[in-house]
């Protein structure tokens, strides 16, 4: 049997070189980089080959082999995700798309650009820049991000409440299909109802649906005029959710609206080199943008104030970058920490401070401290757990699933923007029900009839 | 045999009686009501019978006797859609859910609200007014077209290229399958990415899905000051459509772009006893709103002075409602000109004057006048087929071949707003190509295994 298997896999990588030649790494680094994400956690063995593909028909070829071997093929842009979508194992083809990073279009004039998915964020945004355009999605991770697993994991970012979501930045995605097949879904227009909405589902389907090699995105102008910043300090972590949901309910809108909770804020300072903040103490961060910036954060230092907030305002645009670094100085604070379990749950904004005493709560009965960080604007919870060594302990994982349960209760969801990977998929059901599971599992199955896209990961088989 | 289907549609009435009592409507006029909609376009023969129904429970009561007695199930909101994908005929059930129309929760702190589908959208959006909100999505047919309509066709209007489209504004929907089992799907958070996204899945699915019978939606602050409403005549429709693409192009955002044709503002001019238009002109309205609208009213007005037009401006709301009523007075000016065939090609934003031109080219080959009125903002162009009687004849199905082959040469698509219901269903596999199609297909299999819902109705059997 296993001599078998292994001639088989012999046979797979020599069909995949024959069609790719040096496109195919079998290089011990690249097969072990292709096994993790920046999740914590990496796929068991290491995957047969790395297909750096350059091109449609690379993706095309490798995808024809995998179907006709049975072979599951893992697709991977960045590696940046954080809950295992892409990490890549044992009998598996490890797809990057990471090299295929063209802008293949720009126009101006329909507020559109064409691109390859290997793109990363920031750097498309820089080139879209002296055009007058940016795309909106800006997660934590936009500098070493791709724009094809941003739509992959239909990942979120800072900016969401204001500016939207993936799902609200794509017009139309270039999908292959498990069997080699090139599908084109969407448009270009603004409006475009012909038919089911193919490019929504292929929104956060985590590489289950087929292999995104092409994406037309909705672009934004850029927003003109400086941004004001706003921080405020609060006595607890419940009043500066309070404060985030009187801002909201009062009806302004900030391009962004951050809160640090005191265990978060302490390790960031220890990592940043300054002084320790006030022990228990949140901090709230804040920007407005566009034409009625300084008046809106006039109104919000206004509110803030008012909901017992220490604030300080600023519309000089270096201070602003200064207090926004300590926001996004969380993930090396949280690393220096130990091993990352970073959570995801999202809430209706008034649920927020609901949410935090909920975190509370599994902290004491699990004799535990979950630093959180929170996209206020739009109710989304960042809970880290932290641990030694490599495997999560069962300990987190039962105060994980408390998290989670706790999220659903207040009309919430699992996750916000990471997606459910590897980490997730044991929960799916219980926030889909089993009906919706199974109806999904088989939509999978219309795009992949034999299973090969990334099986194991989103749904447990 | 006809012995047998007679005695089985006897039953399944039988049956929907024994269930829903008076909530089944077998009157000849009911049944003849729900065979047509506003497209112009009625089904063969009456359905079975009209169920009014009232609640979640009686439209999974129709959906298990329809199950089991392999009957069609074809649902209807308000009938106000365009291309007939709410039609029913022979042997069918019309499922109404018009009578389902309360809003059961608004939620001003997180900008939602939950309603049933049955609810009109412009009453939706007067019961919001009060909570300082409003959803978006404004169809030319608000006062008449139910929510769970515009939801069902991913309708458009108006607003859509500064404030989106309903795929933009749904964040839930609540699904009756097939078998009648109830599906939730979706969230009330501004972020979710838990699983397929099957609500955006099912936005625009025209009854192939499920029925739906309850929807999330995200609405926005209502927006603060006066609307600045601006009219420019063009000599020509090129040169309008022009002036739209420049007035794109230049980065403003008018919340609502219209352009009138001559032969449009001609038929309109007559309903409401107008001067008779300049022979040849075309027209185009353009509202700004919010905190920049008189700079950016200004701004337009240069753009457009600029571009050949005349133009003139005004900040006065009621002037402003004046000016519009020309533009919404299209659909009756059209109704007093013969029987109606409206289209809805969508293009990107700066190929609008190409359209135009194929439009006329198509005018003169067909010795046809084809007055169109466009959503410019966003590359919506709605041309008017006008002809006697009440089927659609050739040569005017062979123009609407030649207009949908051209709007997709143009990167466009065959229907920005209306859907394909049973009108264009013939054209779907032109724009999706055929593995596209095909994989659309079995999806609505994964819903509906044997194919009872809204059969014959967007995909051709």
Known sequence: MVDTEQAATVDVVAQLVAALG??????????????????????????????????VADVQATLRIAHATGTPVVTRGAGTGLAGGANAGAGEIALSVRGMDRILEVRADDAIAVVEPGILNAELNRQLAPHGLWWAPDPASREIAS???????????????????????VLGVDLVLADGRLLRLGHRTVKGVTGLDLTSLVIGSEGTLGVIVGATLKLRRLVPGDVHTIAATFPDVDAAARACSAVTAAGLQPSIMELLDAASLAAIHDLLDLPAPTPGAAQLTMQTDGPTAAAEAAA?????????????????????????????SMHPAMERLGTTLIEDVSVPRSALAAMFAEISRIERDYDLVIPTVAHAGDGNLHPNFVFEGTEVPDHVWRAADELFQAALRLGGTLTGEHGIGVLKRRWLA????????????????????????????????
Request: hydrophobic share 40%; aromatic share 4%; with cysteine.
């Open 300 to 328: 919000i230092t206004e509110v803030l104030a008012a909901t017992g907030g220490a604030v300080s305002l600023s519309a000089d645009p270096e201070e602003g970058e200064r207090l926004l670094r300590i926001r996004r």
């Open 430 to 461: 219980d926030e889909l029900g089993e009906d919706q599971w199974e109806i999904q599992r088989q939509i999978t199955r219309v795009f992949d009839p034999t299973g090969i896209l990334n099986p194991g990961k989103v749904f447990v088989s």
């Open 22 to 55: 040096d496109r195919v790494d079998v290089s011990d680094a690249a097969r072990d980089a292709a096994r993790a994400d920046k999740s914590g956690h990496a796929a068991p063995g290491r995957p047969l080959a790395v297909i750096h593909a350059a091109s």
């Open 147 to 169: 724009v094809g697993g941003n739509i992959a994991t239909g990942a979120g970012g800072l900016l969401c409440a204001k500016y939207g979501v993936v799902r609200d930045a």
